[in-house]
């Protein structure tokens, strides 16, 4: 049995989860705040998440310690939150857990001596608390292919994760109908805020006015542009993907994911997030020819890039699923000791063949 604590900022942490429980099924249990609709409720267990309420201690007097990002003192959630997992670990008898992502759970693991292993995001993330969880970790996980790793991430990190390349729900085969019928532009915008504000949807309307525009996801208020519609969240964003003729889209790895499942390149609006998450999906994304920064300021400009790139998508940037991975785990009996020796010999075997 293993444990998977997913954060509950957007909806990508849960959908992961989600796609891995899907592979373990009952040998998996995942703790999370977030409300995302999982597949089997029955095995998740609610947890309260870390957001301050007013009865913390005044953070001026009590400063934060430099191996975590968030530690208020006095907020007496975290306190349950805590309690909730270690006795559900102790219950279940889990013998490992994956933390998807949050340094203090990772500290809470590692003090009360459960084996865990930390998953490693894009962005800038050698900071003290990122770099004390990968090393407390048995081992790490990224969920990108490893040619899409950074080139200041330190070597015995690289050696430490396992790669499973990008994750998708979508499926690269299978032919879907026009659902709008005419050309049209497509705009996808997730769950945590973006750049796309009224003037970004004022100079897109203005730029295509006999171009249909459809925006999927969070719908921005006030919007009035007769060329735009807005239908909110779809049961199935596939069909828009495949039929669009451009597509303009924040680029947070779950988003990434499923574009690319399509072999879609696509114009990138990167949304400010922490450790510029997806300020450094979009350079590598661009560093390797699989999209193009999006500028609203000179649209035809990012077009003309768009389609100068070649159509021609590697095959170890096509997203796959979490079978592999499960079938490590499950390899090695969900033992954090077992899986550590395991990769250790894995990575060293591909060092040595390179050489």
Known sequence: MIGYYAHYHGYGH???????MKELQEDMTIFSPSSFDFTYKEQVVPIEDEELTGTEYDMEYYETPEYLHCAPMNLSKITSRSATILNTILEKKIKLLLVDVNVEIATLARVA????AYRRMFGKRN??????AYREACFLMAYYPESLESEDTPDWVRRKTYYTGFISKAKTTGNYLDPVGVPFI???QGKGGSKMD???????????????????GSVPEHQQHKNITYPGFVSNIIPYIDHADYIISSCGSNTTSELLSRKRKFLMVPEERPFEEQNEICKLMEKNKLGVRFDS???TKSMSQLDALPDYIPEEYLPGSFVEFARFLKSNQYDADLINKALTQKNLSEILISL
Do not use: C, G, M, Q
């Not at 849960?14 to 891995?20: I, R």
């Not at 900071?127 to 004390?132: G, T, Y």
């Open 297 to 299: 300021n000179n649209i």
């Open 113 to 116: 001596s459960v084996p865990f």
């Open 198 to 216: 009224a003037s970004f949807y004022k100079k897109l309307a203005d730029r295509f006015t006999n171009t249909k525009i459809i925006v999927l």
């Open 14 to 20: 849960s959908n992961y989860a989600n796609e891995l």
């Open 127 to 132: 900071d003290a608390p990122h770099l004390n």
């Open 186 to 188: 497509l705009v996808i």
